[in-house]
T-cell receptor, first 115, second 111 residues
Framework: DTAVSQTPKYLVTQMGNDKSIKCEQNLGHDTMYWYKQDSKKFLKIMFSYNNKELIINETVPNRFSPKSPDKAHLNLHINSLELGDSAVYFC??????????????FGPGTRLTVL | DAKTTQPPSMDCAEGRAANLPCNHSTISGNEYVYWYRQIHSQGPQYIIHGLKNNETNEMASLIITEDRKSSTLILPHATLRDTAVYYCIASFPQGAQKLVFGQGTRLTINP
């Protein structure tokens, strides 16, 4: 009964390939996020979707394209992978209330290694 | 969102209270203080949040100074499983939150 799940857990691929990471939440939340944690351990937000609508889009190369088929899923597709894309990617979800949201639930992460 | 400053590392003996400080001198009136932690290789985990008043839940207590320029997270009886990086974040609660994680404090609980 995992709250936020990600697949795959590990992803090793060659430069130039295209890959996707999937995220699913079973908490009934309306907002989902993607964060990137680089080798220096800094955790930065990339995207956020609310009810399948993109609402946060940080300065991320357009090789990264999030896709939200429904409220429970937010997938991350990466084209033309580069060495610098190697990182741990975390998905998160929250319920945005009228008065604000107070907790994001994070998935276990996907460790992407680009060779 | 206001910038926060935390010590890079702290140690605490198992069973003792761990007090983690955070400075947020530029916090605005309606920004909340949030604490998350990240245990090695896992996703961040929410701990507690507050605006003005001190808060307590089953995990920790949060003490916010009257001027709201600093706060302290208290783990009352630290265990080895509390070893993690702790992040203090100042953020507006409206809408989807863009949590800005700083370097955090690496807390090591020693047996």
């Amino acid at each position: 009964d995992t709250a936020v799940s990600q697949t795959p857990k590990y992803l090793v691929t060659q430069m130039g390939n295209d890959k996707s990471i999937k995220c699913e939440q079973n908490l009934g939340h309306d907002t989902m996020y993607w964060y990137k944690q680089d080798s220096k351990k800094f955790l930065k937000i990339m995207f956020s979707y609310n009810n399948k609508e993109l609402i946060i889009n940080e300065t991320v190369p357009n090789r990264f394209s999030p896709k939200s088929p429904d409220k429970a899923h937010l997938n991350l597709h990466i084209n033309s992978l580069e060495l610098g894309d190697s990182a741990v990617y975390f998905c998160a979800s929250s319920q945005v209330l009228l008065a604000g949201t107070h907790e994001q639930f994070f998935g276990p992460g996907t460790r992407l290694t680009v060779l | 969102d206001a910038k926060t400053t935390q010590p890079p590392s702290m140690d605490c003996a198992e069973g003792r209270a761990a007090n983690l400080p955070c400075n947020h001198s530029t916090i605005s009136g309606n920004e909340y203080v949030y604490w998350y932690r990240q245990i090695h290789s896992q996703g961040p985990q929410y701990i507690i949040h507050g605006l003005k008043n001190n808060e307590t839940n089953e995990m920790a207590s949060l003490i916010i100074t009257e001027d709201r320029k600093s706060s302290t997270l208290i783990l009352p009886h630290a265990t080895l499983r509390d070893t993690a990086v702790y992040y203090c974040i100042a953020s507006f609660p409206q809408g989807a939150q863009k949590l800005v994680f700083g370097q955090g404090t690496r807390l090591t609980i020693n047996p």
